[in-house]
Each structure stands twice: as structure tokens, then as C-alpha cells.
């Protein structure tokens, strides 16, 4: 019974499991940053999803990042910055 019962839960997950595309993106941080209420406008700059593909790294302008899921069973913001811009340091 227990099997049966985690079978059903698993196929059920995948099968709501959908993609985010960049399109649901650049509207989820547009709707993110007016619900900021912030005093300084900010535009989108960029949008990556090439260097991590679970994640839309957004570069906004005058400065600052969001970095978006790219799958919809997860938190949609995972992290923010208004203030300082996003720097990967490979090694």
C-alpha cells in the first residue's frame, strides 16, 4: 500500500512539473520589482539561462540581479540584490 501510495505521489509531481520560459520571467521580475515599492526604477539589462540551466539569472540596470527558478515546483525568487550586481568568479 505504502508503495503504491509514493508511486502515485511521484507520477503526480512530475506530471504538474512544468517549465518557466523567459517570456513567464520578464514578467515575474517585472511583477516583482513594482511590488517593491522602490524610489529608483530599474530595467531589465539581461536575462541568462545558458550558464545555469535550473536558473534565469536577471541583470537589472542601473545595478542590481534576480535570480529566478527556472521550474515552477520551486520558490520563484530564489535571491536579489538592488544594490549590488551579481559577479561569478570561476576557478
Do not use: H, T, W
Request: glycine share 2%; net charge negative; proline share 3%.
Amino acid at each position: 500500500m505504502f508503495k503504491y501510495i509514493c508511486s502515485i505521489i511521484v507520477l503526480f509531481s512530475i506530471s504538474v512539473m512544468s517549465p518557466v520560459d523567459i517570456a513567464d520571467a520578464e514578467i515575474l521580475v517585472n511583477r516583482f520589482i513594482s511590488n517593491k515599492n522602490l524610489n529608483e526604477s530599474f530595467q531589465i539589462q539581461s536575462i541568462d539561462n545558458q550558464s545555469y540551466e535550473n536558473l534565469f539569472i536577471i541583470e537589472l540596470s542601473p545595478e542590481g540581479f534576480i535570480i529566478i527558478s527556472s521550474d515552477n515546483r520551486s520558490r520563484p525568487i530564489l535571491g536579489y540584490s538592488f544594490n549590488n550586481n551579481i559577479e561569478f568568479i570561476c576557478s
